[in-house]
């Protein structure tokens, strides 16, 4: 199921498919691309897990270690934004 969203931070439209979790591994092929069969389960065990909400809590661990409250995801990307945008002449 493909999906859009406005992303104001890059300013245009982000489309993306719901691709399920088994796929990356049989499909798309994560053992096929070298990955390590733990590898490839730990990255099925945290989309899982992000995908049931267990991702969802805050603390307050970055501004107690570093003295600075923690980037948004939000603002990340803004600062960042070029990192998210193809280059003329790169496919």
Do not use: C
């Not at 390590?36 to 809590?57: E, F, S």
């Amino acid at each position: 199921m493909a999906s859009t969203n406005d992303f104001a931070a890059l300013g245009r439209t982000i489309t993306f498919q719901d691709i399920p979790v088994e796929a990356w591994r049989e499909r798309d092929g994560l053992l096929k691309r070298g990955l390590p069969v733990h590898m490839v389960n730990h990255l099925i065990t945290m989309a899982d897990l992000h995908r049931a909400g267990r991702y969802d809590r805050m603390s307050d661990d970055v501004a107690a270690l570093t003295g600075q409250r923690p980037l948004s995801a939000q603002e990340f990307v803004t600062r960042h934004a070029a990192a998210f945008t193809v280059s003329a002449g790169v496919a």
